[in-house]
């Protein structure tokens, strides 16, 4: 059974960093690219990284580009997203993905974020 | 700002056709596939449609996609209470080399 599970979100200050984490198993790890996307309370969802097959190729959407750094890795089939800078706009839950927008996408229950003093 | 442009809200009593646009440019969904998902209260995303008109296994034949140019569609044919959701498009933007997903619309079953 395909499991990602989310961790490290939290309540942090303007300023501060968080480091999330999202353990995957039930699947080969190593053999998908990784997606992380957001979604603010009440709002809509938001892509926020990829990271490919051996972490060659990453992106990240211009809101997050400079303070956020998505990495993996295989050997302990986790994926993490270290945010920095952090404002009250990175308010969210952040949810990882398996291969997303693929036909065998799957989507952890994400992981809480607050930015606030 | 997102810059696919959904309507905010769309709604149909049981078993009428409901349809969602989104609307992008030639930087994303004129260029490339469209996606939908499906956010059911409290819950995570669940993909409907992928690569414009493909549907994932398990997903009803009620649900159908189509693309004409820089617009994608997303229809729902037959529609039943617990289509009652949240529905978003997405695309990839060559220009911003990012994903972007559509402001999302609120599908009510009368």
């Known amino acids: 059974e395909v499991q990602l599970v989310e961790s490290g979100g939290g309540i942090v200050q303007p300023g501060g960093s968080l480091r999330l984490s999202c353990a995957a198993s039930g699947f080969r790890f190593s053999n998908y690219w990784m997606h992380w996307v957001r979604q603010a309370p009440g709002k809509g969802l938001a892509w926020v990284s990829r990271i490919n097959i051996g972490g060659s190729r990453i992106d990240y959407a211009d809101s997050v580009k400079g303070r956020f750094t998505i990495s993996r890795d295989d050997a302990k089939s986790t994926l993490f997203l270290q945010m920095n800078s952090l404002r009250a706009e990175d308010t969210a839950i952040y949810y990882c993905?398996?291969?997303?927008?693929?036909?065998?996408?799957?989507w952890g229950q994400g992981t809480p974020v607050t930015v606030s003093s | 700002q997102s810059v696919l442009t959904q309507p905010p809200s769309a709604s149909g009593t049981p078993g009428q056709r409901v349809t969602i646009s989104c609307s992008g440019s030639s930087s994303n969904i004129g260029n490339d596939n469209a996606y939908w998902y499906q956010q059911l209260p409290g819950a995570a995303p669940k993909l409907l449609i992928y690569?414009?008109?493909q549907r994932p296994s398990g997903v009803p034949d009620r649900f159908s996609g189509s693309k004409s140019g820089t617009s994608a569609s997303l229809a729902i044919s037959g529609l039943r209470s617990e289509d009652e959701a949240d529905y978003y498009c997405v695309g990839w933007d060559g220009s911003l080399s990012a994903y972007v997903f559509g402001t999302g619309t609120k599908v009510t079953v009368l």
């Open positions: 690569n414009d008109n």
């Open positions: 993905i398996k291969d997303a927008f693929g036909p065998r996408d799957f």
